[in-house]
C-alpha cells in the first residue's frame, strides 16, 4: 500500500490524516478489508495509535468497526450518494461565498496555478484528483469557518473514494478543468452568484457520474468491489 513510516511525534494523527487521504483518493478503496496489526505493520508503529486513529475514523462514519474486529472503508448507496450530494450542494456554496470576500491574492494566485497544473497531467488520474482537492480546499479554507470546513470535510471522506475510482472510467476531466477555470475567473471578480452557480454544476456532473453505478442493495462500485481485499 506504499504507506510511509510515522515519526514519533503525533503518531495518531499522523496516522489519521494519512489513512484519510488515502480513503479519499481511494488507495484505500470502498469495502476493503483491513486489520489493525496489517496496518501497524505498515506504519511501523504499535498499534495503540493505529486503533486510536481508528476509532476516530470510525466516529465519522469513514470506516466500518464490526464486532468480529473485521474492518473496512465505509461504503454508499445510491440513496446515500444523492443526499451527500444535496448537502454538498448547501454547504460548499456557502463555503465558497464567503471565501468570495475574504480570499486574498496568493491563494487566487495558486488557483490559477493549480488549474494550469491540471491541464499538463490531464491523463493521470491520481494527480488529477489530488489537483482538484487542493483546488476545492483552498476555496473552502478561505471561508474561515472552522466548523463549515470540517462538514465539509467529511463529506469528501465519504465520496471521494468513489470521485477518484470512477474518472479515469468517465473521463470528464475536460469539464473538471472547464468549471475550475470559471470557478478562478468568478473568484477573481468576486462575482458569488456565478461561482455558486458553477460550483453547483462541478458538484452535479461528479455526483451524476457515479450514482449510476451505485444500488441501494449493493452499494461499491465495480472498481471499488474488484480491489477489495484484507491488508494483514
Known amino acids: 500500500m506504499n504507506i510511509e513510516k510515522i515519526s514519533p511525534k503525533t503518531i495518531r494523527q499522523q496516522i489519521y490524516d494519512?489513512?484519510?487521504?488515502?480513503?479519499?483518493?481511494?488507495t484505500i478503496p470502498p469495502g476493503q478489508v483491513m486489520t489493525i496489526q496489517g496496518l501497524a505493520n505498515e506504519f511501523g508503529v504499535s498499534v495503540?495509535?493505529?486503533?486510536?486513529?481508528?476509532w476516530q475514523l470510525e466516529s465519522e462514519k469513514v470506516?466500518?468497526?464490526?464486532?468480529?474486529r473485521r474492518i473496512f472503508v465505509n461504503t454508499l448507496t445510491r440513496k446515500e450518494m444523492e443526499e451527500a450530494l444535496n448537502l454538498r450542494l448547501i454547504l460548499e456554496s456557502i463555503a465558497a461565498e464567503r471565501a468570495c470576500?475574504?480570499?486574498g491574492d496568493d491563494d487566487l494566485s495558486h488557483l490559477k496555478?493549480?488549474?494550469e497544473m491540471m491541464e499538463r497531467v490531464f491523463g493521470e488520474t491520481d494527480k488529477f484528483f489530488s489537483l482538484n482537492i487542493d483546488f476545492h480546499f483552498t476555496i473552502y479554507s478561505s471561508a474561515d469557518s472552522p466548523m463549515l470546513l470540517g462538514m465539509i470535510d467529511a463529506l469528501w471522506a465519504r465520496v471521494g473514494p468513489y470521485m477518484a475510482i470512477n474518472w479515469g472510467e468517465k473521463g470528464h476531466h475536460t469539464s473538471v478543468i472547464r468549471f475550475h477555470r470559471l470557478m478562478y475567473e468568478a473568484l477573481s471578480r468576486r462575482d458569488k452568484g456565478k461561482l455558486k452557480e458553477l460550483l453547483a454544476e462541478d458538484l452535479k456532473v461528479a455526483a451524476h457520474t457515479i450514482i449510476?453505478?451505485?444500488?441501494d442493495g449493493a452499494p461499491e462500485t465495480r472498481s471499488a468491489a474488484s480491489k477489495k481485499k484484507s491488508v494483514d
Open 48 to 54: 495503540m495509535p493505529v486503533r486510536e486513529a481508528l
Open 18 to 26: 494519512q489513512l484519510k487521504k488515502k480513503i479519499i483518493s481511494a
Open 101 to 103: 470576500d475574504r480570499m
Open 212 to 215: 449510476p453505478l451505485l444500488q
Open 63 to 68: 470506516i466500518v468497526i464490526e464486532s468480529n
Open 113 to 115: 496555478q493549480t488549474v
